[in-house]
Structure formats: structure tokens, C-alpha cells
């Protein structure tokens, strides 16, 4: 069995939240100043702007909600939507090898955002992690973030 670790993160989960309110929530207020790539009304996808990977998105429900099974029916097709359009537009800009999707529901499970749930969709290339996590605490991400921003944006 293989393992993702990502020690440098716990620099943000343990770090105080300096954001009043909800990031997803606050999002929308501001969508390109915060990264917003896109909106059907339902839910939206924004980047992570504490990225395990270049292009790291979040796609949420619009709606502040927390659980997956509070979650209404057209909330769970619009999200599954929003993933897979999401996937497109990575595989047509970044053209990764592979992806990693998941929900971290809970403090027990990893969630940094207990509140709001959302969906990870993190794109993968093979040797995409090194030596520089593990020595220095230091993750290298080759491209800035509004950069990708643009990109990614352009291709939505």
C-alpha cells in the first residue's frame, strides 16, 4: 500500500484562522481575487491556495453546509458535475498522469474546513513528490498562483 504524506501542511491546520467567516462562502463575494474558477449556482470550484500539487482545486456546494448527507440531491449531481469538469479542464491544462479525489468529513478525518464540505480534486504525475517535503519543509511548486489562475480560467 502506497501513502501520500503531506507534513508540511500542518503548519496551516494548526495555524489560527485568520479569515472571519467561511472561505467558500467569502469566495463568492470576491470570485477572481479568490480564485473562483466557476459557478452553476449549486456549487463552484475554487483553487487551493494551499495546494498539495500544482493545480489543486476544491469544488464545494454554494450552500454552507458541512456534512455530505445534509447534502440535497441536486447538490450531490452538481458536484459530481463540477469534479468532472473540473478533471477536463486540468487534463486539458496541465495534462496530469493521474488525479487523487476525496472528502475529509470531520477533525478526525483530516478536515481544515469542519463547515463547509468540499471535494478535493488534486492532480498527480508520477515522481510529482521528492526529497525537498521530507529536508527542507519546503514544497516546490513551479508555477505561481495566478498564473495557473489565468490557465486554468481560460480553459473553463
Same mark, same amino acid.
Given at each position: ?5 503531506? @507534513? ?5 491546520? &494548526? =495555524?489560527?484562522?485568520? &479569515? ?10 470576491? !470570485? *477572481? ?9 449549486? =456549487? #463552484? ?5 494551499? !495546494?498539495?500539487? @500544482? ?5 464545494? @456546494? ?9 447534502? /440535497?440531491?441536486? &447538490?450531490?449531481? =452538481?458536484?459530481?458535475? #463540477?469534479?468532472?469538469? =473540473? ?9 496530469? *498522469?493521474?488525479? %487523487? ?21 488534486? @492532480?498527480?504525475?508520477?515522481?510529482? /513528490? ?6 527542507? &519543509? /519546503?514544497?516546490?511548486?513551479? *508555477? ?9 480560467? %481560460? %480553459?473553463?
Amino acid at each position: 500500500m502506497d501513502f501520500l504524506y503531506a @507534513p508540511w501542511r500542518i503548519k496551516y491546520i &494548526e =495555524s489560527p484562522k485568520r &479569515e472571519e467567516g467561511c472561505i467558500f462562502c467569502n469566495a463568492l463575494l470576491e !470570485p *477572481e481575487k479568490r480564485y473562483v474558477l466557476g459557478d452553476d449556482g449549486i =456549487s #463552484m470550484v475554487i483553487m487551493n491556495i494551499f !495546494p498539495y500539487n @500544482p493545480g489543486h482545486l476544491m469544488v464545494a @456546494p454554494v450552500r454552507h453546509v458541512g456534512n455530505f448527507t445534509d447534502l /440535497t440531491n441536486d &447538490e450531490i449531481i =452538481s458536484l459530481g458535475r #463540477m469534479v468532472k469538469k =473540473s478533471m477536463d479542464v486540468l487534463n486539458k491544462t496541465m495534462k496530469p *498522469e493521474g488525479f %487523487n479525489i476525496g472528502i475529509n468529513l470531520g477533525l478526525a478525518a483530516g478536515a481544515g474546513i469542519r463547515d463547509h464540505m468540499h471535494i478535493h480534486v488534486v @492532480p498527480r504525475w508520477c515522481g510529482d /513528490t521528492n526529497f525537498m517535503p521530507v529536508t527542507a &519543509e /519546503t514544497k516546490v511548486l513551479g *508555477e505561481a498562483l495566478d498564473e495557473l489562475y489565468l490557465k486554468l480560467k %481560460n %480553459n473553463w
